[in-house]
Each structure stands twice: as C-alpha cells, then as structure tokens.
C-alpha cells in the first residue's frame, strides 16, 4: 500500500449521487485496493449538516483505506491539496427557468470552483464534472484555472458511454464484455452522438447492427441520447447510482489506462480533433496512459455520423457563446 493518501474532493456530497458515489470511493473503488484516500466534501451551507451525517456514516463503515472525511462549505478549504475533484453539486433547472439563467447560476458554481481549484489544488489536480449542463460547466471551470493544464478538466460522459455498451450488447445478444470501441460524441444532453461505426460487437462489426438504418435512428441514437429523462420517468428521481457508477469508471480509468485495444468516452478540452472547434469540452473517444486523455485518432467519419457530431457540437458552441455573453468564460 502507498503510504500517502490521495486527496479526493466531492462537490455536492449531500446530495443523491454523493450518496451513491462516496461509499464506493471509501471502499476504494476510485483508485483501487492499495490506495488510501481522504475525501473532502464541499456543500452549500444549508447541506453541510447533512453532508456531515454522511461523514458519519462513512466513518461508521470503518473503510480500512478512508483516511479521513473532512466537511466544508467553502471551495478554498474544500479544495486544499486536491488531486481528484468531481464536481456534482450543480444548480438544477428550476420551474421557469431560461438556459441562460441556468448557465448564469451555475458560472456562480464553476467559476469559483475552478479559480479555488487553480489556487490551492495539488499540483496534479485532475477534475471531473458531473454536474449540469457538464460539458459547459467544465468549460468555465477550466477558464477559470489559468494555471492548471485545460487536459486536467473533463466532463462526464462515461454514463452515455456504458447505456450504449449495454443496449448494443442487448440488441446483439453478446456479454456487455465484448462489446468495444463504442464513442459518444458531442455534448452530455440529448444532442449527443453514439457512434456504433467503428465498434466490435462479439465477432460483428458494429457497422454491421448499425446496416439497420431504422433500428439505429429510431431506436439506439433516442434510447441512450434520452436514457436520463426514461430513467427520471421510471424511477421519479435521476440516475444516481449509475451516473455514480460512471464517475467511478471515468477517474479509474483515466488513473489505470484504459485497457490495450479498447478505447472509453469522456468530455475533454478540443484541440481540434475531428473538426471539434479547439477550446470547447466535447465528447470523444479517448484512451488513457494513466496520465493524460488522448483521442483517438484516424477513425473516417461517414457523412451520416458527421452530421450528427457537428449537431451536438453546434450546441456546445451555442452553449459557449452564452457563457461568453456572460463573462463567464
Ligand atoms: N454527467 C452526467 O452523466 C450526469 C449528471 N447529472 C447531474 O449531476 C448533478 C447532481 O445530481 P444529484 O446528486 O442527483 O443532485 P442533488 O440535487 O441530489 O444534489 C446536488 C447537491 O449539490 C449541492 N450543491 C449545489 N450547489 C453547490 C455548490 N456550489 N457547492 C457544493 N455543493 C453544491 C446541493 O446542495 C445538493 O446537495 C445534477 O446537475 C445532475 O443533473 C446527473 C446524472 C448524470
Ligand atoms: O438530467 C439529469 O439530471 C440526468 C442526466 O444527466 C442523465 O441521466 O444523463
């Protein structure tokens, strides 16, 4: 075991997916079995008391890696010393709410998390946002980290990335371990596009499932872009444990690699790639050395596909313009 602890930092830690997500780290599922991990949780000040009932609770789990919950309501504490930050907490979408009033408040959030994150985070800081509207949230938190590299700040999209692994592998009829190579692209909202073209689905080639142009219009691109609001129908409440689950995924991965000859999805800084304007946080196929994110290159892109990535990124723009507008960003 390393002897010194990872600090990890879980913006909205009272709230439904730090309750999914926190256990799981404090049993060591984020960095795995030989690392030790103090959690920092940062709340707003109506939910610190509440937060500190989860720390309770992690504390009564006796988690032999969890080497202390720290609870605070402000980002400059919260953040001190952080090598992972996932960022949940985010203002929801309230009754009458515009877009814009949505992507103020929540600059209201990332700004200052991002500028807190610039200035006390450990050197090798490397962030997660899973918060809505994620892709821009991200944005204008790594806009206001001039210092850390923008590659640190990623936006989740692992959760649009395993609800397609698993209808692919459903509409197959293969184990969800043989499906590869799937990639979301775009933005985390029901403009996204998962990309089929270039997977291996048991021993087919996923172009092979995607031939059947109606299933894959009519059926798989709607049931993963729109699987959060089915799930919100079903349950009368989000996707928690799975969007927990997919946070878990992302920050594994990037920490272990993704494995030889697979490749994952994940909201990262554009430097260009595909036709992505530099600058914005989109989705791409990508692979980790343990380090650092890189997409992956040289998939042809057919004029079907294209057209939807350049939707979803023509959204992501729009969502930019916005922030801009705002100063945020
Ligand atoms: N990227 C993705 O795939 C997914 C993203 N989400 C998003 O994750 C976010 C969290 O979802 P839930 O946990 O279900 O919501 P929730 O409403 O149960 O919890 C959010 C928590 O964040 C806290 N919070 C608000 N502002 C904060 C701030 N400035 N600093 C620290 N904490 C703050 C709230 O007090 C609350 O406890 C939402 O924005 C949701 O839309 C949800 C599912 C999937
Ligand atoms: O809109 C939400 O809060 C849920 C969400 O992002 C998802 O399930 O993909």
Redesign the pocket.
């Known amino acids: 075991m390393t002897t010194s602890p990872v600090t990890v930092t879980v913006?909205?830690?009272?709230?439904?997916?730090?309750?999914a997500l926190l256990f799981r780290i404090g049993a060591g599922q984020l960095l795995g079995p030989d690392t030790p991990v103090r959690l920092r949780l940062?709340?707003?000040p109506?939910?610190v008391q509440?937060?500190e009932g989860v720390a309770m609770e992690l504390d009564d789990c006796a988690f032999p890696l969890l080497d202390g919950v720290d609870v605070s309501?402000d980002?400059r504490t919260a953040f001190d010393g952080a090598n992972v930050a996932l960022l949940?907490?985010?203002?929801?979408r309230g009754k009458g709410m515009e877009r814009a009033d949505l992507l103020e408040a929540n600059g209201?959030?990332f700004g200052p998390?991002g500028r807190a994150i610039n200035d006390v985070a450990a050197d090798d800081v490397r962030v997660l946002?899973?918060?809505?509207p994620?892709n821009t949230n991200a944005l204008i938190a790594a806009s206001s980290a001039p210092d850390v590299p923008r590659s640190r700040f990623t936006?989740?999209?692992?959760?649009?990335h395993n609800r397609a692994l698993s209808q692919v592998a459903r509409r197959a009829g293969v184990p969800v371990a043989q499906v590869r190579r799937l990639s979301i692209w775009g933005n985390?909202s029901a403009s996204q596009y998962p990309d089929l073209f270039h997977a291996q689905v048991g021993d087919r080639p996923g172009s092979d499932l995607a031939a059947d142009r109606g299933w894959l219009t009519d059926d798989f691109i709607p049931t993963v872009a729109k699987r959060?609001a089915a799930i919100i129908e079903a349950r009368g409440?989000?996707?928690?444990a799975?969007?927990a689950n997919?946070a878990i995924d992302h920050v594994r991965d990037w920490y272990a690699g993704t494995p030889e000859g697979d490749w994952t999805s994940a909201g990262i800084w554009s430097t260009g790639e595909y036709g992505v304007p530099e600058g914005l946080i989109s989705s791409f196929p990508v692979t980790s050395d343990g380090r650092d994110w890189s997409v992956v290159e040289g998939l042809e892109i057919d004029p079907f596909s294209r057209e939807r990535i350049d939707a979803s990124v023509a959204e992501l723009l729009e969502e930019r313009e916005a922030v801009r507008a705002l100063g945020l960003v």
């Open positions: 913006t909205g830690a009272a709230g439904q997916i730090g309750y940062l709340e707003i109506q939910a509440a937060a309501d980002p949940v907490g985010a203002r929801p209201g959030i998390q946002v899973v918060g809505n994620a936006a989740m999209t692992r959760l649009d985390h959060g409440a989000s996707s928690q799975s969007a997919a």
